[in-house]
């Protein structure tokens, strides 16, 4: 007779298992009962979902974020590990591990802030994966994040509102300060910079000098002495680094200087050492402007006759070009004018200079005008006669 067997088994999944076992030969009965408890291993591996790097472009300087959401539908404990590499490299450096999360589902961090200035532009790999207590594993595909110049803040320290003059070799500093803003710390030295400054109040900018960033971040150019080629009145000036591959160009905020010079110096020329008939001979002024740079042009210039404490002003100064002006007297105006010698001057004005006044002395005589024709001890005379200076 063939033996006959039978085999029961009941189990669950999870928790506590009796089993029973029936055993039947022929000849003989054996039966064997046993009975255990026993605990069913895990068979779901931990889940990676939702990586992600923040920035996934940053500075060297900066502090990269790393996330990613773990968990595990058996309520295992899970380490999660964090790799990254640059991509012509075969092999992964581990950055971190975190083996603090039991069962459930959590958000993992990590943060790596150790890149330097020669990893820039580095286009790097990171990826997550993770293992339960039970030994299964779980891992993510590949993610990227590249690595770039630091950012900058070039901030103001001298030299905004400072006043210079032109003419008497005086001079100014300008200064700044450069922090880097992504570690929060300022630069080191060495790092070329520049130095702008307007010529003509901000329409046109100039490059006056390249600094090289000092010790602790500072850019100074402490002697700015302009020249002509800086016109006379505000100014403005920007600095700012330059061709670094360490940190990206960047500029300061517009600062602003003023640039003075002496007076408006000018030179009567007319009227010179001549004489005119009181309400019959027109006056001719004429003379010239210049600052320390030569000719200066669209000046306000008033021409005056001036005699024993009175003034005549000419009615309408005309611009001649390269620093002359002129005015013409009618011969009406001078009718009333006393008779003699007078000054003659030139009172000169134009923005963001200081006034100046040139004065000709005894430039010109006024004669008296004759009433009629007439002859006097012997001598004919004309109403229209000459009058000699």
Not at 156 to 165: E, K, L, P, Y
Not at 255 to 277: A, E, M
Not at 337 to 360: E, R
């Amino acid at each position: 007779m063939r033996p006959r067997h039978s085999f029961i088994g009941e189990w669950e999944r999870k928790g506590l298992t009796s089993a029973a076992f029936f055993a039947f030969f022929v000849g003989f009965v054996f039966i064997y009962i046993a009975s255990s408890q026993f605990a069913l291993a895990s068979s779901n591996p931990p889940q990676l979902t939702s990586h992600s790097v923040t920035p996934e472009l940053g500075g060297w300087g900066e502090t990269f974020t790393f996330r990613v959401t773990a968990s595990d539908a058996d309520n295992d404990s899970i380490t999660v590990y964090l790799w990254v590499r640059k991509p012509y490299e075969p092999f992964w450096s581990l950055v971190g591990e975190n083996s603090s999360y039991p069962g459930g589902m959590w958000t993992v961090e990590f943060k790596k802030s150790s890149f330097t200035s020669s990893d820039i532009g580095q286009v790097w790999q990171y990826k997550f994966n993770a293992t339960d207590s039970t030994g299964l594993a779980a891992e993510t595909s590949n993610g990227s994040f590249t690595v770039e110049a630091d950012d900058i803040e070039v901030q103001h320290v001298q030299g905004n509102n400072s006043v210079v003059n032109r003419v008497q070799g005086n001079y100014t500093s300008l200064s700044t300060r450069v922090l880097d803003t992504d570690t929060n710390r300022y630069i080191v030295s060495g790092y070329e910079g520049r130095l702008w400054v307007s010529t003509d109040h901000g329409a046109t900018f100039g490059i006056e000098g390249n600094p090289t960033t000092a010790a602790s971040g500072y850019l100074n150019y402490p002697f700015f002495n302009p020249d002509c080629r800086y016109h006379v009145g505000p100014q403005y000036w920007i600095m700012g680094l330059i061709d670094n591959t360490t940190y990206k160009d960047t500029n300061s905020s517009i600062f602003t200087l003023t640039i003075t010079t002496d007076p408006l110096k000018g030179n009567v020329t007319s009227p010179h050492r001549r004489g005119y008939v009181a309400g019959q001979q027109e006056i001719l002024f004429r003379g010239r402007l210049a600052d320390d740079c030569g000719p200066v042009e669209g000046v306000a210039v008033v021409f005056s006759a001036e005699r024993s404490g009175q003034a005549f002003a000419c009615p309408l100064t005309l611009e001649e070009g390269n620093g002359f002006y002129n005015c013409t007297v009618p011969a009406s105006m001078t009718a009333s004018w006393p008779t003699g010698l007078f000054n003659a001057s030139m009172l000169a004005g134009k923005v963001y200079y200081t006034d100046g006044k040139a004065t000709k002395a005894d430039a010109f005589r006024i004669c008296p005008r004759a009433t009629a024709n007439g002859t006097s001890g012997g001598i004919s005379w004309r109403a229209n006669s000459r009058c000699l200076y």
